[in-house]
């Protein structure tokens, strides 16, 4: 009898660890309704690259989105700079049924087509960083990113702020790559506002493609035909720029003395250079869009309405800053 009794509270209390851990695994949350919401939510993802230190602080951002929750899986593609690996990759999600596409493309236009597919296959498609032009903006379900044509406003006002709207300045443009939405809107922000500085002229303009190798050997270029006319050096993204100081050293000149120079990002890098002073300002983009997507995700999955444009937050920093926000940068 006393061995049975043993045996059996045995059994209950072992029942009882199976059923407390049984709770603990179950990923169940209770969405606003009070209702139990045990959905898995599967996330593709298509980058676009890995031209430069703000991409890669954005796909780890992103990559690290799982590890935030582990109700979502996440696939993830690399583009390498090519449109059409992009356009497989979203058609290889459909297939694949997940439950929303998240796509930073590598340019604006031509996105019409699996878009609507991926519309007629009821997938919600977020679009990050970089915006799409898209004859009806109902083939995407949100927009999260930066304003790139504020960015480039704010860095015509950051070369205005040093010199004046009258000054007579000679200044070199960096571009992204051709047709990006961070190079449109950065160019067309940037134009805009110095249009209203008569004597600023923009003297050479060339893409470097969003990297540091390719910005050395432009501004490379530009110090040979023109190094010792150059005053502005204004680059759409810091590894360009990075690059360009290298080469602007070994034309014999002083970067951020000779030569004024702001950038777009806020990459650590950068920030180095800054407080070295060898740079002079920088707007910042913030590419850490992984916890922001994962709250949009969830918000689909439950099937609640999300806004159409997201912005997510930046400032701008000058050299006065660069030595005290260097250890604050997290990418
Ligand atoms: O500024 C640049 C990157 O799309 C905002 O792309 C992004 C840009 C970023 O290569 O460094």
Request: hydrophobic share 35%; net charge neutral.
């Amino acid at each position: 009898m006393k061995f049975k009794k043993i045996i059996s509270l045995i059994t209950i209390f072992s029942l009882a660890i199976a059923i407390f851990a049984g709770c603990g695994t179950k990923s169940t949350s209770t969405d606003d309704n009070g209702e139990d919401n045990e959905k898995r939510i599967i996330i593709g993802f298509s980058q676009l690259g890995s031209e430069s230190g703000w991409r890669t602080a954005e796909t780890n951002s992103i990559k690290n989105i799982p590890n935030l929750d582990s109700n979502v899986d996440l696939k993830f593609s690399d583009g390498q700079q090519k449109q059409e690996n992009q356009i497989k990759a979203i058609r290889s999600f459909i297939a694949q049924k997940v439950d929303l596409i998240v796509l930073d493309p590598v340019v604006e236009t031509g996105w019409d087509s699996v878009l609507q597919e991926a519309k007629e296959e009821k997938i919600p498609v977020l679009i990050v960083d970089r915006n799409v032009k898209v004859a009806d903006e109902s083939l995407y379900t949100a927009f999260l990113g930066s304003d790139m044509e504020e960015e480039g406003k704010k860095a015509a006002k950051l070369i205005i702020d040093k010199f004046g709207k009258d000054a007579n300045l000679n200044i070199v443009e960096l571009q992204g790559t051709a047709g990006a939405g961070a190079t449109v809107g950065r160019q067309k922000g940037f134009n805009e506002t110095v249009k209203d500085c008569p004597n600023y002229k923009i003297t050479k303009s060339q893409t470097g493609e969003f990297t540091r190798a390719k910005g050395k050997q432009v501004m490379g270029d530009f110090m040979k035909s023109d190094g010792d006319k150059i005053n502005v050096l204004w680059s759409h993204n810091d590894d360009m720029a990075v690059g360009a100081v290298q080469a602007i050293e070994e034309a014999g000149k002083k970067p951020g003395k000779d030569i004024f120079i702001v950038s777009v990002d806020g990459i650590k890098d950068m920030f180095q250079l800054m407080a070295d002073g060898k740079s002079n300002g920088i707007v910042e983009c913030n590419p850490l869009l992984g916890p922001q997507i994962l709250e949009i995700a969830k918000s689909i999955a439950a099937g609640k309405s999300v806004d159409k444009n997201i912005k997510s937050k930046e400032s701008v920093f000058t050299q006065d800053q660069a030595k005290k926000e260097l250890p604050n940068r997290k990418y």
